[in-house]
């Protein structure tokens, strides 16, 4: 099966507000296709948990901001990246 990395931006919510805060993460995913790792995001429940003060902290799906087929040929070969404006990655928060 072939074989995807994606890089995906999870915003970071507070007690019910939301912060300028990213978790930006590189994932692994078999798939048949890049619907397929898409769709494997999309349906991911959002991920939450109480912090030491007692609030819920949830980490809410921003952006996919890509999806690209894993097959590197060299030790050191890009695997996933992308070019953003900051104005491009403000928007996220």
Excluded: T
Aim: aromatic share 8%; charged share 25%; glycine share 6%.
């Amino acid at each position: 099966m072939p074989q995807y990395l994606a890089i995906v931006a999870y915003r970071c919510i507070i007690a019910g507000s939301r912060r300028r805060r990213l978790d930006i993460q590189v994932q692994w995913y078999d798939a048949p296709d890049e619907s397929a790792v898409r769709a494997s995001i999309a349906d991911e429940p959002i991920q939450s948990y109480e912090n030491s003060d007692g609030e819920i902290v949830s980490w809410e799906r921003s952006e996919v901001l890509a999806v690209e087929p894993f097959s590197p040929k060299h030790s050191g070969d890009e695997v996933v990246g992308f070019i953003a404006s900051i104005r491009e990655l403000k928007g996220l928060v």
